[in-house]
């Protein structure tokens, strides 16, 4: 069975200050990894996923993912957040060799940017 | 091209009752899947559908169903409500069942149960 764990519920940080989330899964098996971004009262949206390849993955809005096999981590990074960056993010897996698309999410982090 | 669908937005139930909620995928998407979010639990896995078949389910009660038509539209249906169903409801599409196909999600349907 896999699992994330977002250790931080909430990361408060001022407008272009850098911001790390952070992620770590654990799995048996090897996995896919996402970066989900929810805005308040709307769905999901994909910022970036791991399949394969290079572990520095780039994703939409400025954000980019490292996949740490040996640290079983896939934080997310941004070097200048702005105020509309602020959100919750999710990181999920899903077992690469399965026969489903189920994605297991971490708890969130809230991302708060003042200005 | 128009976003994954959801209706309705928002639902106020009592125990007891029974829901339906729908979610449209984009066009040419044929997956769809169900998951619930609340404060406490987080996101949770509910159901998956691929061609009108449900390939996996999560670890919900019974009173939980759901099923997808020829045209990939999906329901879910929620009998016997409980207080603890209260959760915004989030359906996701994408082209196939491949994990690596991106899923879209909706805005999710928010159920409130009194």
């Known amino acids: 069975a896999q699992s994330v764990t977002q250790l931080d519920s909430q990361v408060p940080v001022f407008e272009e200050a850098p911001v790390e989330l952070r992620c770590n899964y654990s799995?048996?098996?090897?996995?896919?990894l996402f970066w989900y971004v929810q805005y308040p009262n709307q769905g999901l949206q994909l910022l970036l996923k791991y399949l394969s390849g290079s572990t520095l993955v780039k994703g939409i809005n400025g954000f980019e993912a490292e996949f740490n096999k040996s640290q079983t981590s896939f934080h997310l990074r941004k070097p200048s957040v702005h105020i509309s960056d602020t959100a919750e993010y999710f990181c999920?897996?899903?077992?690469?060799?399965?026969?489903?698309?189920?994605?297991?999410f971490g708890t969130g982090t809230l991302l708060a940017v003042q200005p | 091209k128009a976003g994954v669908t959801q209706t309705p937005r928002y639902l106020i139930k009592t125990r007891g009752q029974q829901v339906t909620l729908s979610c449209s995928p984009i066009s040419g998407h044929r997956s769809v899947s169900w998951y619930q979010q609340t404060p406490g639990q987080g996101l949770q896995f509910l159901f998956e559908?691929?061609?009108?078949?449900?390939?996996n389910k999560g670890n919900f009660p019974g009173r939980f169903s759901g099923r997808q038509f020829s045209n990939s539209r999906s329901e879910m249906n929620v009998s016997t409500l409980e207080l603890g169903d209260s959760a915004l409801y989030l359906c996701a599409s994408s082209l196939g069942p491949s994990n690596t196909d991106t899923q879209y999600f909706g805005p999710g349907t928010r159920l409130t149960v009194l």
């Open positions: 559908y691929f061609s009108e078949t449900q390939r």
């Open positions: 999920a897996v899903t077992e690469s060799r399965g026969a489903t698309n189920k994605l297991i």
């Open positions: 799995s048996s098996v090897s996995v896919y």
